[in-house]
């Protein structure tokens, strides 16, 4: 069982910033492919941005437009995503997820693995 936590959440006011981080306590996510997902209340989860094994990144447009990025800290051993230029609709709990298959696929049935989720809230 892996098992993810993710970090990084809290409360910032729309145009602001925010990095989540996700890890594995005591191991690492390089054999996986990772996501970021997001689920705002009385909405469907959807994907934001998935990083594969090899470092290819995948993009939600409608989502992102632009403003996340996410990449692998080595040193840190964590997966991030670095979240510029908040929205209020950007508000959600956000959840990192791993695949062990052999491609990186946008679509939460993919992933094996989920963390319990950080909260973003996006607030004047």
């Known amino acids: 069982q892996v098992q993810l936590v993710e970090s990084g959440g809290g409360l910032v006011q729309p145009g602001g910033s925010l990095k989540l981080s996700c890890e594995v306590p005591?191991?690492?996510?390089?054999?996986?492919?990772v996501g970021w997902f997001r689920q705002a209340p009385g909405k469907e989860r959807e994907y934001v941005a998935i990083?594969?094994?090899?470092?290819?990144?995948?993009y939600s447009t409608d989502v992102v437009k632009g403003r996340f990025s996410i990449s692998r800290d080595t040193i840190q051993r964590t997966v991030d995503l670095q979240m510029d230029r908040l929205e209020v609709a950007d508000t959600a709990r956000y959840y990192c997820?791993?695949?062990?298959?052999?491609?990186?696929?946008?679509?939460?049935?993919?992933?094996?693995?989920w963390g319990q989720g950080t909260q973003v809230t996006v607030s004047s």
């Open positions: 005591g191991s690492n996510l390089d054999n996986f492919h």
């Open positions: 990083i594969s094994r090899g470092g290819g990144t995948i």
């Open positions: 997820a791993a695949s062990a298959g052999r491609a990186a696929v946008a679509s939460s049935s993919a992933f094996d693995y």
